[in-house]
């Protein structure tokens, strides 16, 4: 049986393709047509999907698409008469979604009578929680979502058991956690979409003075609901003003935050004015209360269901701040977040609805890694390389055997270069987790400083991660819980984080990757033949890209490498060195 998941005409656009119950690839638009977080139809993510499970588009027999027009039909009409003008861009987008079957003909070129898939449509946050929950390794726990908004609603919450979810709750438009965030992200001066991540690693650098007020902003009464102070924001009077429908730019979100906001907490700041303690301190503010809101509701949900584990999902899954404090807030003992927690990540719970909530078929799969998308041939590597301006530019050249890449490329790092990695299939989801990442030395205190400035152009006060073998977890991390998708932020300990500075924030946490031989061994060895020349086994990670989408193909790392201050590039079993490059590191 064939399902092939997709998310369409919405941010993150994406497909997935499960066969037999089993996921064989996913991956977003945005890797192909190299717009970040782009919408649109995704016809090169559906290809590639079936290219990889050897089918064509007329021997998939279900096709799930996580949007429901009739979910909350009342509140979406009584909206519809409150806001004509956001009605009428929503018909449009229904337009685009009524289209599919005609947008799938296109992309294969064949008739529309070829496609012979049921067409399925799954509530949003069904398929939030269906992502989680179905790919997760438990075989019951309590479900949560919360994002921005999908199908008029914000937050669903339940239980999975086997193979069924039961719906418990939820909470529908206007009131969201997902729009709280950003709206005063754009109060913030952040207004370009999916700035909340830069607002989250802002906050550390803040104190959380204005957390009376924000308590004002969202409001809680112990249960798992939550309500929005309507008066600072005016979604609810204009609608979400987005735009999500076309392919070929990155999605917009027009300001959400009212007049009330900068007259409670003062001037909103311009994008291009200084980050100043104010704006700092309303960072700290905005995460502190999200964090109060989101534990208040986990507390109260393991009330209800009992239960020791939990998976999350939707955009606010993403704040890794606030996941890694969950064992210490809330009773839960388990967590399982996948690597593309927000709206990506609706084409595979899309599918594994299907597979399991409707067609009632048994579970058969754990997602254990995050490697789901394209890989390329040795021979296409060469070729890539032979194409290039590498040997015309004065590179030296070099394919290692198999066994001795790891060695070579430890060294480089452990001689203060910075290493571009390209190895395997793609990650699924907005983190390079070791098949698509630049690589550093995390003991250079100077190292985030000079990959902000050298490569990556970005604000200072951003963080990169820690990849570390999971065998060493607890002697680098106050707590030892897997963490193999950079979901979570855990403590560094005390004594270690002078050891590791480069990948610690101004809070003393770090986003880890815990790698394990199993996931990811080329990655593993790496770390490990670090550790073995430094003593540390820990290594910085942060993606491999410059202001753009990660890099999917040889090509483009090799055009990466050649524009950035990267020293090293390492595709596959190749080994390419600038003629100069960072000095040594004096130790």
């Known amino acids: 049986m064939n399902i092939l998941g997709i998310n369409a005409y919405h941010g993150n656009a994406s497909a997935a393709i499960v066969c037999d119950g089993r996921l064989i690839a996913a991956v977003e638009e945005e890797r192909f047509n190299r717009v970040k977080y782009a919408a649109g139809f995704p016809s090169a993510a559906i290809r590639y999907c079936l290219e990889t499970a050897g089918i064509t588009i007329g021997e998939v027999d279900h096709i799930a698409i996580p949007r429901n027009p009739w979910a909350r039909l009342g509140t979406k009409l009584l909206y519809a008469m409150k806001m004509p003008s956001f009605a009428r861009e929503r018909a449009k987008v229904l337009a685009h979604f009524v289209g599919i079957p005609e947008a799938l003909a296109r992309t294969f070129d064949v008739a529309p009578e070829k496609i012979h898939g049921k067409f399925h449509r799954v509530e949003h946050h069904q398929a939030h929680l269906a992502s989680t929950f179905y790919v997760s390794p438990f075989e019951q726990a309590a479900l949560l979502s919360a994002d921005g908004l999908g199908d008029f609603a914000s937050t669903m919450w339940g239980t999975g058991q086997g193979a069924r979810m039961k719906i418990d709750g939820a909470i529908a438009f206007p009131h969201s956690l997902g729009l709280y965030y950003t709206a005063v992200s754009q109060y913030l001066g952040f207004r370009k979409f999916g700035d909340e991540y830069k607002v989250m690693g802002l906050a550390a650098y803040g104190e959380p003075a204005y957390l009376d007020e924000f308590r004002r902003i969202v409001r809680t009464n112990g249960g798992v609901g939550f309500r929005l102070g309507l008066e600072y924001f005016k979604h609810h009077r204009t609608g979400p003003d987005m735009t999500w429908s076309d392919a070929g730019k990155t999605p917009e979100i027009a300001p959400m935050y009212s007049d009330y906001m900068a007259e409670r907490l003062g001037p909103s700041r311009d994008p291009a004015a200084p980050v100043e303690k104010v704006h700092r301190d309303g960072a700290a503010s905005l995460q502190a209360r999200l964090e109060e809101v989101l534990f208040t509701m ?19 899954a993403f704040n890794c701040v606030a996941n890694g404090k969950i064992f210490d807030e809330t009773p839960f003992e388990q967590i399982f977040l996948q690597p593309a927690s927000g709206d990506a990540g609706l084409a595979i719970g899309a599918a594994y609805f299907v597979q399991h909530q409707i067609l009632g078929q048994p579970r058969s799969f754990v997602m254990e890694n995050a490697y789901w998308g394209p890989s390329y041939t040795p021979e296409q590597v060469r070729a890539a390389v032979s194409a290039s301006r590498l040997a015309a530019e004065g590179m030296e050249i070099s394919e290692l055997p198999e066994e001795m890449v790891a060695k070579e490329a430890a060294k480089e790092i452990a001689a203060g270069k910075i290493l571009g990695w390209f190895q395997g299939r793609a990650e699924w989801g907005p983190r390079a987790l070791g098949n698509r990442s630049i690589v550093a030395d995390p003991r250079r205190p100077d190292m985030k400083d000079i990959l902000n400035a050298r490569i990556k152009h970005r604000e200072m006060f951003r963080p990169f991660a820690p990849s570390v073998l999971a065998e060493a977890t607890g002697e680098y ?10 979901t979570q932020a855990y403590s560094v300990r005390p004594e270690k984080r002078e050891i590791i500075p480069a990948p610690t924030h101004v809070d003393g946490t770090g986003r880890l990757q815990t790698v394990t031989k199993d996931a990811n061994p080329r990655y593993w060895r790496l770390i490990r033949e670090f550790g073995n020349l430094t003593g540390v086994p820990v290594v910085l990670n942060t993606s491999f890209n410059d202001n753009e989408p990660i890099v999917l193909r040889p090509e483009e790392a090799i055009d990466c490498f050649l524009r950035t201050k990267i020293d090293v590039l390492v595709l596959g079993d190749m080994l390419v060195r600038k003629p100069q490059g960072t000095p040594e590191v004096p130790r």
């Open 298 to 316: 986990l507390r109260a949900l393991h009330a209800r269901t009992r239960q020791k584990a939990v998976c999350l999902a939707g955009g606010v």
């Open 477 to 486: 991390f106050e707590k030892t819980y897997p963490c193999p998708f950079m």
